[in-house]
């Protein structure tokens, strides 16, 4: 396999062949977080449709993952008058390590949120939109028909708008995750997040094996959509295990591919291993291509989310 060239940088540290264990929250804690590369610049200006954004959701009691997973792109996408809805209510039954999203026992289910969703989007005037949502491991499906049903009426709404759901793995109930296949959506997105060997660590109780078979199966679905997945680096994994990983998922059929850079939330969650400089985001962008992805987005800002339609453009206008 072909190594990226990795560039040396404060806080990187090999990885052993070993699944790691999750570190005490006590030690984690207490590990500071490390100082951001000159690299990595969140802008800080606000635009005037910020507090509008902002506002709308707020007025309807929605939520979006740029404000629950403290995503750096907020400030850029709320100034440009778009977000990522997330459903199913703000908070996660599964505890991922990574992750900023509240993780606790869910509020009831709010069945009006669809109706709501669907009302925004008409408000903001959205030709394309972005939904995921917490896992809901309390639900007989996972929320899936939460997901169907928002589909539904974004389409009564406007049969021509555009529709992205990243969704969670669905504790592999294949049922589950043909309801939201069967509602029509346009990209199927569900994350990997990391390295293998590093889920005992990073998302602790999930399954590479599990995430893959739902991009397979959503691969093989007719009519079928555009089918995406994306990781994170920097929480310890080797070159040859990023590799690696991107062959596992292309050979599921997966047509995009999204990198970006681990960002520490807080102190209580997992610290960052070390930064990836913006050449090497490039060399496995060059990488994944010659895999053959029809699309990789490479970054230090990238999320899975950032400019989703941008990422999908080509392939949906082959679907037309």
């Given at each position: 396999?072909?190594?990226?060239?990795?560039?040396?940088?404060?806080?990187?540290?090999?990885?052993?062949?070993?699944?790691?264990e999750t570190p005490p929250q006590k030690k984690q804690a207490s590990t500071p977080h490390l100082r951001l590369p000159k690299w990595i610049k969140v802008t800080s200006t606000?635009?005037?449709?910020?507090?509008?954004?902002?506002?709308?959701?707020?007025?309807?009691?929605?939520?979006?993952?740029?404000?629950?997973?403290?995503?750096?792109?907020?400030?850029?996408?709320?100034?440009?008058?778009?977000?990522?809805?997330?459903?199913?209510?703000?908070?996660?039954?599964?505890?991922?390590?990574?992750?900023?999203?509240?993780?606790?026992?869910?509020?009831?289910?709010?069945?009006?949120?669809?109706?709501?969703?669907?009302?925004?989007?008409?408000?903001?005037?959205?030709?394309?939109?972005?939904?995921?949502?917490?896992?809901?491991?309390?639900?007989?499906?996972?929320?899936?028909?939460?997901?169907?049903?928002?589909?539904?009426?974004?389409?009564?709404?406007?049969?021509?708008?555009?529709?992205?759901?990243?969704?969670?793995?669905?504790?592999?109930?294949?049922q589950a995750l043909q309801v939201i296949l069967d509602s029509g959506v346009d990209v199927l997105a569900h994350n990997v997040e990391t390295v293998g060997r590093l889920y005992?660590?990073?998302?602790?109780?999930?399954?590479?094996?599990?995430?893959?078979?739902?991009?397979?199966?959503?691969?093989?679905?007719?009519?079928?959509?555009?089918?995406?997945?994306?990781?994170?680096?920097?929480?310890?994994?080797?070159?040859?295990?990023?590799?690696?990983?991107?062959?596992?998922?292309?050979?599921?059929?997966?047509?995009?591919?999204?990198?970006?850079?681990?960002?520490?939330?807080?102190?209580?969650?997992?610290?960052?291993?070390?930064?990836?400089?913006?050449?090497?985001?490039?060399?496995?962008?060059?990488?994944?291509?010659?895999?053959?992805?029809?699309?990789?987005?490479?970054?230090?800002?990238?999320?899975?989310?950032?400019?989703?339609?941008?990422?999908?453009?080509?392939?949906?206008?082959?679907?037309?």
């Open positions: 396999m072909k190594k990226v060239p990795l560039t040396e940088s404060a806080g990187q540290r090999s990885a052993s062949g070993a699944s790691p606000l635009g005037p449709n910020y507090g509008r954004v902002k506002s709308i959701l707020e007025e309807h009691s929605l939520h979006s993952v740029c404000q629950e997973a403290a995503c750096p792109n907020i400030r850029e996408c709320f100034s440009e008058g778009t977000a990522t809805f997330m459903i199913l209510g703000n908070r996660c039954t599964r505890g991922c390590n990574f992750c900023g999203v509240t993780k606790g026992r869910p509020l009831n289910l709010d069945e009006e949120e669809p109706a709501r969703l669907a009302n925004v989007v008409g408000q903001l005037k959205l030709k394309q939109v972005v939904i995921t949502s917490v896992t809901r491991d309390d639900l007989p499906d996972g929320g899936a028909w939460v997901f169907a049903r928002t589909m539904q009426l974004l389409r009564q709404q406007d049969t021509e708008v555009k529709v992205e759901f990243l969704i969670p793995d669905l504790r592999g109930d294949a005992k660590r990073a998302r602790p109780g999930m399954k590479l094996d599990r995430s893959l078979e739902v991009l397979s199966r959503a691969s093989h679905y007719t009519p079928r959509p555009v089918v995406k997945s994306g990781f994170m680096v920097g929480l310890g994994e080797t070159t040859d295990e990023i590799i690696e990983l991107m062959h596992q998922i292309y050979a599921t059929g997966t047509d995009l591919v999204t990198i970006g850079q681990y960002l520490r939330p807080s102190l209580s969650h997992l610290p960052v291993e070390r930064f990836y400089h913006p050449d090497e985001f490039k060399e496995l962008a060059r990488i994944g291509m010659k895999i053959g992805f029809a699309h990789v987005e490479s970054g230090p800002l990238v999320r899975s989310s950032y400019k989703a339609f941008h990422q999908s453009k080509q392939l949906l206008e082959k679907r037309c």
